[in-house]
C-alpha cells in the first residue's frame, strides 16, 4: 500500500510542478484544503475517488487516471 501511495505523491506532484501551481494554488482550484496537497505529497493520506477526480481537473488532465500512472 506504501508503493501506491508513495506513486500517487509522485505523480501529484509532477502534475502539479508541471502546473506551475503551489499547492496551496492547487488547492484553491479544486476547493480543498492546503493541508490535503501537502498530506497526499507525502504520502500521510490516500485519496478518495472524488478527490482523484476533483485534482485531475484542477491540473487541467486528460483523465483522473494520468494521476495514477505507474500504480499496478
Not at 501511495?5 to 508541471?18: E, H, P, S, T, V
Not at 490516500?46 to 494521476?67: A, C, F, K, Q, Y
Request: charged share 30%.
Amino acid at each position: 500500500m506504501e508503493t501506491v501511495r508513495k506513486q500517487f505523491a509522485a505523480n501529484l506532484r509532477q502534475y502539479r510542478d508541471r502546473a506551475g501551481l503551489s499547492q496551496e494554488a492547487l488547492a484553491d482550484l479544486c476547493d480543498l484544503h492546503r493541508t490535503e496537497i501537502s498530506l497526499l505529497e507525502r504520502c500521510k493520506r490516500s485519496p478518495r475517488l472524488e478527490t482523484i477526480v476533483v485534482l485531475s481537473r484542477g491540473l487541467e488532465l486528460n483523465s483522473p487516471s494520468d494521476l495514477l500512472e505507474g500504480i499496478s
